[in-house]
């Protein structure tokens, strides 16, 4: 073979070994930095690119991964040369916090971000991991050191967004966009916790209390209020009750006086040629009233008015009267 030839062939080969290297494809939500000789050159998005072998490489980055190990959860760090642009989300483990009112607190914290401009987080930063894990510790060392123990047990929203804000901010220089911050386990001191549960109880134990309290109170009311219900409803029967025996003993009264009045007025239609009505009514009643003085077991002295004699003689008269007819 000439070596005009092999030189020729020589170079073919290598040309497609080079093509067949430098083909290299990028995933969907994936970037990679193309250096030339050792400088930035071009951005390579999701797709099939070729990249010239020796002349250009991907630049590495580092990134945090999460591996388990022995049934346990273990994050390292390890070098990738294609940058995710996805929401990624960092569990950092549980570091030791001060509170204002000098209470030592555990915090486990989760962070979820998302790389926005590749260029600066290659650039801008070492590490993109530690300076993110460590710009969070020191960030969640500051606010809680501003907030008592009580205020971070019950203040979680509310420090979520303190640290998304100052986070977000800080991390703007990486071309990182801080989304959510979340705090996952808030661990006080054993002693703590004790004095914690203790005042739990004593605040279920006088809440039960009260609640009782209230029960009975509310009882009693119920119970009066009934008793107020029932003596109304019996005075308005009793009222009632009165009511209608008095109208009864109206009528009663009423309808006796209607028929005295039927008698008398038939009495005197009999009696009005011979003598006086009234004197004849006067006599009845006269005689009634003697018989009602007369009964009984006792001897009774009556006195009998002059008058009496009158008005005997008139119902003679009557019964006289009453014969011949």
């Known amino acids: 073979m000439p070596f005009t030839t092999f030189v020729l062939v020589a170079v073919v080969i290598f040309f497609i070994i080079m093509a067949l290297v430098g083909f290299t494809q990028v995933q969907q939500a994936q970037v990679m930095i193309i250096e030339r000789l050792g400088s930035y050159n071009r951005i ?3 797709g099939l690119h070729f990249i010239w072998p020796i002349i250009e490489k991907p630049r590495e980055i580092e990134w945090k991964f999460t591996r388990e190990m022995y049934g346990k959860n273990v994050s390292y760090i390890g070098m990738v040369n294609r940058i995710d642009l996805r929401e990624t989300v960092y569990d950092f483990p549980s570091q030791d916090v001060i509170t204002r009112d000098n209470v030592n607190i555990k915090i486990n914290a989760l962070i979820y971000f998302q790389i926005t401009d590749p260029l600066r987080a290659t650039y801008e930063v070492a590490s993109l991991p530690t300076a993110i894990e460590k710009l969070t510790q020191t960030t969640l060392r ?20 303190k640290l998304r804000a100052i986070l977000d901010e800080a991390s703007n220089k990486w071309g990182v966009k801080v989304n959510r911050v979340e705090l996952q386990d808030i661990t006080p001191p054993p002693s703590i916790r004790e004095a914690m549960e203790k005042e739990k109880k004593a605040e279920q134990e006088r809440r039960a209390i009260i609640l009782e309290s209230e029960g009975e109170k509310r009882s009693k009311i119920l119970r009066a209020e ?26 009663a009264k009423i309808r006796v006086a209607e028929a005295e009045k039927q008698a008398v007025k038939i009495v005197a239609e009999a009696v009005s040629q011979y003598s006086n009505p009234a004197n004849y009514v006067i006599s009845i009643k006269y005689i009634e009233a003697l018989q009602k003085m007369v009964d009984g077991k006792d001897n009774k002295l009556v006195y009998m008015p002059y008058e009496a004699t009158g008005i005997l003689g008139a119902v003679g008269a009557v019964k006289e009267l009453v014969a011949k007819k």
């Open 142 to 161: 500051n606010v809680i050191g501003e907030l008592t123990l009580d205020q971070t047990l019950t203040s979680r929203e509310t420090i979520n967004s």
């Open 44 to 46: 390579l998005n999701s």
């Open 226 to 251: 009934g008793e107020r219900e029932a003596q109304i409803n019996k005075a308005e029967g009793e009222k009632r009750a009165r009511i209608l025996e008095a109208e009864g003993f109206a009528e």
